[in-house]
């Protein structure tokens, strides 16, 4: 998956905001995302994380600021071509289709790629038959690196739960991602499927080259293949650096275990 490097980061959102009416959910943002890095943005519930991943995906139209991809804008821009200008994501809430197959799932993922139009399908031209055996072919082979070999024609929805993240990765995926943005990717799974995704997301970087965005609240899923971190409260950053740094900011601790535990990091630490 090639990239096209027209500025020093990936991705650049620059004093993001964003408001619901009186609420501003994501406020004054700025981020800096580095070409093959995994950047995890993480905070407690409510910090405005997935808010922040919809207004890059262009679900959610900024109130203020800019966000650029390879140093381009876009901003207003529908969130299909966004899906063509190289960021794809995964859901906090699994979104397969339950009632197709593996296969199907991921070849509809591949769809914003594909030329054929409606008349083409109609017709079934040779040209179209082609692109459909290429998607094909591509399906497979992710749903082989994704460890899925051997459940391609099994409804998604008959899968267990940490094979249906696994097949939602691997629809994002099949778009061609040079940004992928994964929305708490081990939620609800138990420790060894917490170290076999994590793993796996470590894997994205090294074998196909792409930039991983990550939201996640297992922290120690975060600490480990984070090259970065972006902390937010309240739609705020708090703070940010690498996870050394982030791990030991009073701030940090004070967000998600209060203030005393906050008091206590100080004292120890003087």
Same mark, same amino acid.
């Given at each position: 998956m090639a990239k096209k490097r027209n500025a020093d980061y990936i991705l650049e959102t620059i004093h993001v905001t964003k408001q619901f009416g009186g609420l501003v959910a994501v406020?004054?943002?700025? !981020?800096?995302? /580095?070409?093959?890095s995994i950047y995890s943005v993480i905070g407690p519930n409510g910090a405005g994380k997935t808010t922040f991943f919809n207004c890059i995906t262009g679900f959610y139209k900024v109130t203020e600021g800019d966000i650029l991809l390879d140093g381009e804008s876009i901003v207003g821009l529908r969130p299909d !071509?966004?899906?063509k200008k190289g960021i794809s994501r995964t859901y906090q809430n699994i979104r397969l289709f339950q009632n197709l197959t593996a296969l199907e799932n991921v070849m509809v993922g591949h769809h914003p790629?594909?030329? %054929?139009?409606?008349? +083409?399908?109609?017709? &079934? =031209? /040779? %040209?179209?038959?082609? $692109? $459909? %055996?290429e998607t094909r072919k591509? %399906?497979? $082979?992710?749903?082989?690196?994704? +460890?899925?070999?051997?459940?391609?024609?099994?409804?998604? =929805? &008959?899968? /267990?739960? +940490?094979?249906?993240?696994?097949?939602? !990765?691997?629809r994002a995926l099949a778009s061609e991602p040079k940004l992928l943005l994964l929305d708490e990717p081990t939620a609800g799974m138990n420790p060894s499927e917490t170290e076999e995704m994590t793993n796996f997301i470590d894997n994205l970087r090294k074998e196909l080259g792409i930039t991983v965005l990550l939201i996640e609240h297992d922290m120690r899923v975060v600490m480990t293949i984070s090259d970065y971190i972006t902390v937010l409260d309240y739609g705020e950053k708090i703070a940010e650096g690498k996870p050394e740094d982030v791990r030991a900011n009073p701030r940090v601790i004070e967000a998600y275990l209060g203030r005393g535990a906050a008091t206590q990091h100080k004292a120890k630490a003087a």
């Open positions: 406020k004054d943002l700025s !981020i800096q995302v /580095p070409y093959q !071509i966004i899906v790629r594909m030329h %054929a139009g409606w008349l +083409g399908a109609v017709l &079934n =031209t /040779p %040209a179209t038959r082609h $692109e $459909e %055996a591509l %399906a497979m $082979e992710l749903l082989e690196f994704v +460890g899925l070999k051997g459940y391609e024609q099994e409804l998604a =929805t &008959n899968l /267990p739960y +940490g094979q249906q993240r696994r097949l939602e !990765i691997a």
